[in-house]
């Protein structure tokens, strides 16, 4: 069981606007930032959004992150077949003095 | 940047396991590292941190007493030293590099990942 929620599967068509929720607690997403990070199979992950909203270069713009209390959301517009991979949620907890993951969402295009 | 894991592949249970990762491309101690790993068709788990002085380190809850993370600046190598290892261990282990030099806090991501390595128990 993951200390930070998210949903196992989203899906979309090309085109369309797709968020994915990750939900924590005051210890982890109430009290320090959220980073998100892309992994297609077989290969290792790679970072997507880092301390909230901002981009790695290299990241296109539909790609955005925000954060609300204890619940931070990462938005993909303009849906794109390359898009298809898992998506995980990562940040400090200060409870448990270390890194705690989402168990990652699988995004298939339809 | 570039994060190459290295060492033995499979090991039996109750055994121990040292892995390496040798970095290059970036100025090595100033940049906390970390171990991450994934078990088969499952997702990341953070195993462990150590600052870029090398002076502070973490563990999770699964592995701590039982893994050792340390770092040699002067060959900008990390290791995690594995030991009572049990088939739950079994993972791909990759070597992240952080965005700052030490562990803890916010606005710490890891920004650079090695391609992994695969540890198996059995």
């Known amino acids: 069981q993951s200390v930070l929620t998210q949903p196992p599967s989203a899906s979309g068509t090309p085109g369309q606007r797709v968020t994915i929720s990750c939900s924590g607690s005051?210890?982890?997403?109430?009290?320090?930032?959220v980073d998100w990070y892309l992994q297609v199979p077989g290969t290792a992950p790679r970072l997507l959004i880092y301390s909230v909203n901002q981009r790695p270069s290299g990241v296109p713009a539909r790609f955005s992150g925000s954060t609300s209390g204890t619940s931070a959301s990462l938005a993909i517009s303009g849906l794109q077949s390359e898009d298809e991979a898992h998506y995980y949620c990562a940040t400090w907890d200060d409870r448990l003095n270390g890194v705690v993951f989402g168990g990652g969402t699988k995004l298939t295009v339809l | 940047v570039q994060l190459l894991e290295s060492g033995p592949g499979l090991t039996h249970p109750g055994g121990s396991l040292r892995l390496s990762c040798a970095a290059s491309?970036?100025?090595?101690?100033?940049?906390?590292m970390t171990w991450v790993r994934q078990a088969p068709g499952k997702g990341l788990e953070w195993v462990s941190g150590?600052?870029?002085?090398?002076?502070?380190?973490y563990y999770s809850d699964s592995v701590r007493g039982r893994f050792i993370i340390s770092r040699d600046n002067s060959k900008s190598t990390l290791s995690l030293q594995m030991n009572s290892l049990t088939a739950e261990d079994t993972a791909v282990y990759y070597c992240?590099?952080?965005?700052?030099?030490?562990?803890?806090?916010?606005?710490?991501?890891?920004?650079?990942w090695g391609q992994g390595i695969l540890v198996t128990v059995s």
């Open positions: 150590v600052s870029g002085s090398g002076g502070s380190t």
């Open positions: 491309g970036f100025n090595f101690n100033n940049y906390a």
């Open positions: 005051s210890s982890n997403i109430g009290s320090n930032t």
């Open positions: 992240v590099k952080n965005w700052k030099g030490v562990v803890a806090g916010s606005r710490n991501y890891f920004d650079q």
